[in-house]
Nanobody
Framework: AVQLVESGGGSVQAGGSLSLSCLAS????????VSWFRQATGKEREGVAT???????DYVDAVRGRFTISRDNAKNTVYLQMNALTAEDSAMYYC?????????????????????WGQGTQVTVSS
């Protein structure tokens, strides 16, 4: 069975950094795409960043230039380095694994494109 386990969340002051990890089992990240999503209290889940099979990355405008998604094939882990955090980044962060190398992070009903999800890790940024 596929399992995704996020870690690295926590509380940080505005302007600080956090690094999230998504450890995959039963699923090889080097042969598939993986994305990070987040959901703030009272808001819809939104895509944040994605990395495809070829290692090409993409970000939503809200995090571009501040967040970096990367992958360690040997550890079968995908990371999200988050810098210059603001209170608006506070949310539960989820990693999600796609299929057929299709991992959209923008557009309608994109969550349904991901068959595998982690349990989430909480990020809280205080201003």
């Amino acid at each position: 069975a596929v399992q995704l386990v996020e870690s690295g969340g926590g509380s940080v002051q505005a302007g600080g950094s956090l690094s999230l990890s998504c450890l995959a089992s039963g699923y090889l990240v080097r042969y598939n795409c993986v994305s990070w999503f987040r959901q703030a209290t009272g808001k819809e889940r939104e895509g944040v960043a994605t990395i495809n099979v070829g290692g090409v990355t993409d970000y939503v405008d809200a995090v571009r230039g501040r967040f970096t998604i990367s992958r360690d094939n040997a550890k079968n882990t995908v990371y999200l380095q988050m810098n210059a955090l603001t209170a608006e980044d506070s949310a539960m962060y989820y990693c999600a694994a796609g299929s057929r190398n299709y991992c959209p992070i923008q557009g309608p009903r994109i969550s349904g494109q991901y068959p595998y999800w982690g349990q989430g890790t909480q990020v809280t940024v205080s201003s």
